[in-house]
């Protein structure tokens, strides 16, 4: 089993991205701003799970403290895609009902927005923190030359979502949204490595696509 060269350069963008994020989130975000903090957070944990810098330590303390982060921007990103599903609708005698059901996600996307919102400012200086800490250190090894911009990391992380997705049981509604959260996890690791192809790249989000437009309409319909 081949070790995985890690690009450090495809490693420092993501945390420096995340770092900008963080420090401007607006008070009243877009769905543009929560699907970007939600992808970069995703991106950070494919990250840490090689991880590319740092102690294992550092890494799992930062998994935990972004956590409450990563779980409210996810509700508030759902509930963006249930009002965006629910507008294209355009059933005739169901149209009441359609306002209703859209009355009721935007009381439901303000209590998630300000949920975010707590959880930035309560966690978010410490995230930021941390990730500046990650940042100095993958900035040493981009700037030893002796690395020559790779690392060679353990290739366990990506080999066990490979096996993981390979032997996944059939597709339920049930059990949707974990098979396509580790099909995103599986390709933004892919994205670090120096050996990544293109077309493997753009298969599986395509993957990812289709199982989360029908993991989103799975879940309005409840």
């Not at 699907?35 to 890494?59: D, F, K």
């Not at 509930?79 to 996600?105: C, F, N, Q, R, Y």
């Not at 790779?150 to 996944?168: F, N, V, Y």
Request: positive net charge; hydrophobic residues 40%; aromatic residues 2%.
């Amino acid at each position: 089993m081949c070790a995985q060269l890690i690009l450090i350069d495809r490693a420092e963008k993501p945390l420096r991205k995340l770092l900008n994020i963080l420090k401007d989130f607006p008070g009243d975000p877009q769905p543009a701003d929560v699907h970007e903090l939600r992808t970069q957070i995703r991106r950070l944990q494919a990250i840490l799970a090689v991880p590319v810098a740092g102690s294992p330590h550092r890494a799992r303390s930062l998994r935990e403290k972004i956590e409450p982060i990563r779980e409210a921007s996810g509700d508030l990103r759902d509930t963006d895609v249930m009002i965006e599903k629910v507008t294209s609708l355009s059933e005739g005698e169901k149209v009441d009902a359609l306002i209703e059901l859209l009355g009721k996600l935007a009381k439901l996307r303000g209590k998630c927005a300000r949920r975010l919102g707590r959880a930035i400012e309560r966690h978010g200086k410490t995230v930021r923190k941390t990730i500046k800490e990650e940042l100095e250190l993958v900035t040493k090894l981009r700037e030893d030359g002796s690395h020559q911009n790779r690392l060679t990391a353990s290739p366990a992380s990506l080999q066990i979502k490979i096996a993981e997705i390979e032997h996944w049981p059939k597709l339920e509604a049930e059990n949707l949204h974990t098979f396509r959260i580790r099909v995103k996890e599986l390709r933004y690791l892919a994205q670090l490595g120096a050996e990544s192809k293109e077309g493997t790249l753009k298969r599986l989000k395509e993957v990812g696509n289709a199982i989360g437009e029908w993991h989103d309409w799975a879940k309005l319909a409840k």
